[in-house]
Nanobody, 124 residues
Framework: QVQLVKSGGGLVQAGGSLRLSCAAS????????MGWFRQAPGKEREFVAS????????YYTDSVKGRFSISRDNAKNTAHLQMNSLKPEDTAVYLC?????????????????WGQGTQVTVSS
């Protein structure tokens, strides 16, 4: 059984920073890509960032490039999303996910395991 447990999130002013972490238990290792998605009220879930199993490749949606950074620590089975220069439009529930494969994707239906969402609210 795979479990993804998130930490971080909360309320921050525009321009501020937050760091989300996702700790994986079970059969998650460097063979599994991980990703972050978000869902704002009334909107569809959207891709934010993903990282390969080895951590050598990462992908970002255009709206967060240069502001967000995804990383992972395979020794601790943990992925992080560092969010800087936050904007009100970043407000959403953020979810971490893992794939059975090491290659990261930007499509939510290709991820096999999901953690609970964590709220990120950016005030203007």
């Amino acid at each position: 059984q795979v479990q993804l447990v998130k930490s971080g999130g909360g309320l921050v002013q525009a321009g501020g920073s937050l760091r989300l972490s996702c700790a994986a238990s079970g059969r998650i290792s460097s063979s599994n890509a991980m990703g972050w998605f978000r869902q704002a009220p009334g909107k569809e879930r959207e891709f934010v960032a993903s990282i390969s199993g080895s951590g050598s490749s990462a992908y970002y949606t255009d709206s967060v490039k240069g502001r967000f950074s995804i990383s992972r620590d395979n020794a601790k089975n943990t992925a992080h999303l560092q969010m800087n220069s936050l904007k009100p439009e970043d407000t959403a529930v953020y979810l971490c996910a893992a794939r059975r494969l090491a290659v990261p994707t930007m499509t939510s239906n290709t991820y096999d395991y999901w953690g609970q969402g964590t709220q990120v609210t950016v005030s203007s």
